[in-house]
């Protein structure tokens, strides 16, 4: 079974700064295009940022600026950075990989407020 292994959520408060990690067995990482969904209590799971092996990335409107996606291939790992970050960020994030099929990681927590 491929497992996408998250990392990095918790609790910051507004304006405050966030790293999430998205470790992908190599076979899948070097085909795939991985992204990150948000998934807020009540509402539909929604794309984040995603970015193609080549690099490519594509952000949702309300984290264009604040948010930057990155792929590390030494290490397989995808990191999303997350900066200025708002209340309305606050949603269990999850890692997604596209490779003909949809893997996901199991979801990590993350909340803003003060």
């Known amino acids: 079974q491929v497992q996408l292994v998250e990392s990095g959520g918790g609790l910051v408060q507004p304006g405050g700064s966030l790293r999430l990690s998205c470790a992908v067995p190599?076979?899948?990482?070097?085909?795939?295009?991985i992204g990150w969904y948000r998934q807020a209590p009540g509402k539909q799971r929604d794309l984040v940022a995603s970015?193609?092996?080549?690099?490519?990335?594509n952000y949702a409107d309300s984290v264009k600026g604040r948010f930057t996606l990155s792929r590390d291939h030494a290490k397989n790992t995808v990191y999303l950075q997350m900066n200025s970050m708002k209340p309305e960020d606050t949603a269990v994030y999850y890692c997604?990989?596209?490779?003909?099929?949809?893997?996901w990681g199991q979801g990590t927590q993350v909340t803003v407020s003060s």
């Open positions: 190599r076979s899948i990482f070097m085909v795939a295009a």
């Open positions: 970015i193609t092996y080549g690099g490519h990335t």
């Open positions: 997604n990989a596209h490779a003909g099929h949809d893997y």
